[in-house]
């Protein structure tokens, strides 16, 4: 079975810019969340998705923003990029609602410049 | 709001030894706490959970142990190898409310020595 697959990998971009990061979620698994992971902050949850439904939301600035597909893809998306939003953006997938077991991808590492 | 609070921040152990990792969390509402391995490059993998209903739960050398009276639980790794190196991040939620979402602590990073 496949795991949780975050594109791109990595990804650098300028302040002001926008971006998109992509996760697919194991197969079958509904559920799918966001983290950014920093090192002075650790792991912050971004949202949660379930069947297209944004479900819960961090405490996050409106330029982050996120949604859900049919298929339970999910993408994510900083507009305005500043320079403290270089981070390693994590996806995790569960068969249900969020907080019975995640996984995680392998996350998209943004560089800000 | 809800915290987990994770000790210690590194911790250096001798192969063949024993570590201890600890946690407490803030919401008595909480019954699901995770326990993630994220070697270098990698996102977090899941390495054992327990839940609310159970006080302790072995996995070969892993076992989590929980005191929901005083909100703490722990990673226990015994017979530590090599490849134990790593950071480790416990975390609490409550699945099925409509505010669920997983708390992490700030993490651990264990470094084995040979």
């Known amino acids: 079975k496949a795991g949780v697959t975050q594109t791109p990998r990595y990804l650098i971009k300028t302040r002001g810019q926008q971006v998109t990061l992509s996760c697919s979620p194991i197969s079958g698994h509904r559920s799918v969340s966001w983290y950014q992971q920093t090192p002075g902050q650790g792991l912050q949850f971004l949202f949660e998705?379930?069947?297209?439904?944004?479900?819960n939301k961090g405490n996050f600035p409106g330029r982050f923003s996120g949604r859900q597909f049919s298929n339970s893809r999910s993408e994510m998306n900083v507009s305005t990029l500043e320079l403290g939003d270089s981070a390693l953006y994590l996806c995790?997938?569960?068969?249900?609602?969020?907080?019975?077991?995640?996984?995680f991808g392998q996350g998209t590492r943004l560089t800000v410049v | 709001g809800e915290n987990v609070e994770q000790h210690p921040s590194t911790l250096s152990v001798q192969e063949g030894d024993s570590a201890v990792i600890k946690c407490t969390y803030s919401?008595?509402?909480?019954?699901?706490f995770p326990w993630y391995k994220q070697e270098l490059g990698k996102g977090p993998q899941l390495i054992i959970d327990?839940?609310?209903?159970?006080g302790e739960k072995k996995d070969q050398r892993i076992a989590v142990t929980l005191n929901k009276t005083a909100k703490h639980f722990s990673l226990h790794i015994t017979e530590t190898q090599p490849e134990d190196s790593a950071v480790y991040f416990c975390a609490a939620s409550t699945p099925g409310s409509s505010a669920s979402k997983i708390i992490f602590g700030s993490g651990t990073r264990l470094s084995i020595r040979p």
């Open positions: 919401d008595s509402a909480s019954n699901y």
């Open positions: 327990i839940r609310s209903n159970v």
């Open positions: 995790a997938s569960s068969s249900s609602i969020l907080g019975t077991e995640a996984f």
């Open positions: 998705y379930f069947s297209e439904t944004q479900r």
